[in-house]
């Protein structure tokens, strides 16, 4: 009896990485997040291989994957920040080995993993952890890292963000590369029965830099509060949001995507923020737009 329960125990510790489980989580759910984890490895830990990428930008799209928004955010990305560094190098790389390294853009579908709607965000997590393993394993020496969830993706930014962070702190207490940060597209902020309060209490905990896009008139749960460690941009009532056409069957959960991808990079992709500092507003901030 005492050899199965360290045997089980085992399991645990090397199966869920998760930093923020209880003691009935994992006992419910370790099997599962560790075949995610498993999986995670298996599918992407060759897609992840960006040798040449000065600074990094990940797309965690909601439970239902990738789609023709989360493809227009991909492609202006990869277009405006390699073309920036072509034309006048950022701050971040100025400080690159490779001043032609460019910035890679990667959007990770993780669908196939998802479950219920009980458990999309501890299998977001799941996935967002073991991306972030696979990237500390490979020693990727980027300047930046910028995490990008949507929805329920928010999950897998996060624990990206929070394992790159445990890594780097653990190599260099006070080093701060990568830079690491943190964007929030209408996150759902739930996790399991009895979470609700949960994004609010980790969400951009680990990020250098944290910000989230906010709608409040659309009808999915636990998306319509600012969260307290990130700077909050409100863009119910941008006058942008006159020009968008809502794909049918869709509400104004897609529209914080569309914003920041539309508008919202303008001002800050591909620079080093800092809470506070520059003009630009203080954790807990929300700026209506």
Known sequence: MVGLLLVFLLSIVTLSRSL???????????????DIQLKTREQFGLSLKT?????????????????????????????????????????MNLFSA??????????LDWQDFRGSIL??????????????????????ECNSIH????????????????????KRSENE????????????LDPFTSRGVGGSGYGNTYFGLEADYAEQYLNTDDPVPSTNEPLSLCTTYDVTGAPERDDFELPENESMHRWPLVYFARYGYKNSAGKILEHGKDGFPSRSSVILK
């Open 20 to 34: 923020s489980l209880g003691a009935v989580e994992r006992y419910l759910l370790n099997k599962r997040l560790g």
């Open 51 to 91: 040798d040449k990428a000065s600074d990094l930008v990940l797309i965690f799209p909601g439970a239902g994957g990738p789609d023709k928004f989360t493809d227009e955010l991909e492609t202006t990305l990869t277009t405006y920040l390699n073309k920036k560094k072509n034309n006048a190098p950022s701050f």
């Open 98 to 107: 490779d001043p032609k390294a460019k910035t890679v853009v990667k959007t």
């Open 119 to 140: 458990t999309a965000a501890y299998d977001s997590e799941a996935f967002g952890e073991e991306v972030g393993s696979i990237l500390c394993n490979q020693s990727i």
């Open 147 to 166: 995490c990008v969830g949507i929805s329920v993706g928010a999950f897998a930014a996060n624990a990206c963000i929070s394992i790159l962070k445990k």
């Open 173 to 184: 207490p006070t080093a701060n590369k990568p830079y690491l940060r943190l964007t929030l």
